[in-house]
C-alpha cells in the first residue's frame, strides 16, 4: 500500500533526480524494516476535532493501546498537533480513504483526508503524520500538483492544497506543525509530475510489482481513472 507521500520519501537520490534503481534498492530496505508505524487513528478523528468534539486534555487517554510505547506517544503528538491547528476551527468534509488499485498487487491510498473550510475558501488538505520524513519545497510541489490532479479539477468548488507537516525540523526532537497553502503557478507543472511517477513506479516494478508495464502513457490517468 502506497500513497503519493511515500515518493518523496523513497526517492534516491532526490525527487528531482528520482533514479528508478536506487529507488527500488531503497523501497525494499525500508519495507525490510521492523514496527511499522500507523497514523490512521488520529487522522481518524479530524472530523471531530473540526467541530470541537475533542479537545487536547482528551488526548492522552485516547492511545494508550499500543504495546510499544513510543507509538502511543507519536500518535499522541500527532493528535494534539492536529487539535492546535484545527480545532473547532471552520468546518470538515471527509473525502473517500477508499484503496484505488492501480495494478494488480499495488494499491494507492489517497493523499487528501478532506476539505477544510476556513469560512473564507476551502482547502484539500494533505497531512505529514511522519516525524522523521520533514518535507522541503520540491515535495510540497509534487504533492500539491498530485492534489490538484488528482482530486482538486474533479471538484466544482476548486479547492486549494494545504499541506501540514508534522515532522521535526533540523535536530530538534520535537514536531513542529507546519501549514503550507500552495497555489498553482507553484506547483511543479504536470508534465514533471507524470515524469517522476513514471520514474516511481519503475522503481516499483523493479523492486518486485511485476504488473507494472514497462512503458507508460498518461500515467495520472492511472490514478484517476475511477474503479469499482
Do not use: C, Y
Given at each position: 500500500m502506497f500513497q503519493l507521500l511515500d515518493v518523496p520519501k523513497f526517492a534516491y537520490p532526490s525527487l528531482s533526480e528520482l533514479d528508478p534503481i536506487q529507488t527500488a534498492n531503497n523501497i525494499l530496505d525500508r519495507?525490510?524494516?521492523?514496527?511499522?508505524?500507523s497514523y490512521s487513528r488520529p487522522l481518524g478523528l479530524m472530523p471531530k476535532i473540526v467541530r470541537g468534539e475533542i479537545t487536547s486534555a482528551d488526548?492522552?487517554?485516547?492511545?494508550?493501546?499500543?504495546?510499544?510505547?513510543?507509538?502511543n506517544v507519536n500518535q499522541r503528538e500527532v493528535a494534539k498537533s492536529l487539535y492546535d491547528s484545527f480545532g473547532g476551527k471552520g468546518a470538515w468534509y471527509p473525502v473517500s480513504s477508499?484503496?484505488?488499485?492501480?495494478?494488480?498487487?499495488?494499491?494507492?491510498?489517497?493523499s487528501?483526508?478532506?476539505?477544510?473550510?476556513?469560512?473564507?475558501?476551502?482547502?484539500m488538505v494533505a497531512i505529514n503524520p511522519?516525524?522523521?520524513?520533514?518535507?522541503?519545497?520540491?515535495?510540497?510541489a509534487f504533492l500539491a500538483r498530485g492534489m490538484h490532479e488528482l482530486y482538486g479539477i474533479d471538484?466544482?468548488?476548486?479547492?486549494?492544497?494545504?499541506?501540514?507537516?508534522?515532522?521535526?525540523?533540523g535536530k530538534s526532537d520535537i514536531r513542529s506543525a507546519r501549514k503550507t497553502i500552495i497555489r498553482e503557478w507553484q506547483m511543479f507543472s504536470l508534465h514533471e509530475f507524470e515524469e517522476i511517477m513514471r520514474a516511481f513506479l519503475e522503481a516499483?516494478?523493479?523492486?518486485?510489482?511485476?504488473?507494472?508495464?514497462?512503458?507508460?502513457?498518461?500515467?495520472?490517468?492511472?490514478?484517476r481513472r475511477p474503479r469499482s
Open positions: 519495507l525490510h524494516g521492523k514496527s511499522f508505524m488526548i492522552p487517554s485516547m492511545f494508550t493501546s499500543n504495546k510499544e510505547e513510543w507509538k477508499k484503496e484505488i488499485q492501480v495494478f494488480e498487487g499495488l494499491w494507492f491510498r489517497p487528501v483526508k478532506g476539505v477544510w473550510f476556513d469560512g473564507k475558501a476551502p482547502f511522519r516525524k522523521r520524513q520533514p518535507l522541503v519545497q520540491e515535495h510540497l471538484d466544482p468548488n476548486d479547492p486549494v492544497p494545504l499541506i501540514l507537516d508534522l515532522s521535526v525540523e516499483l516494478r523493479v523492486a518486485g510489482i511485476d504488473a507494472i508495464p514497462r512503458e507508460l502513457k498518461d500515467v495520472t490517468d492511472i490514478f
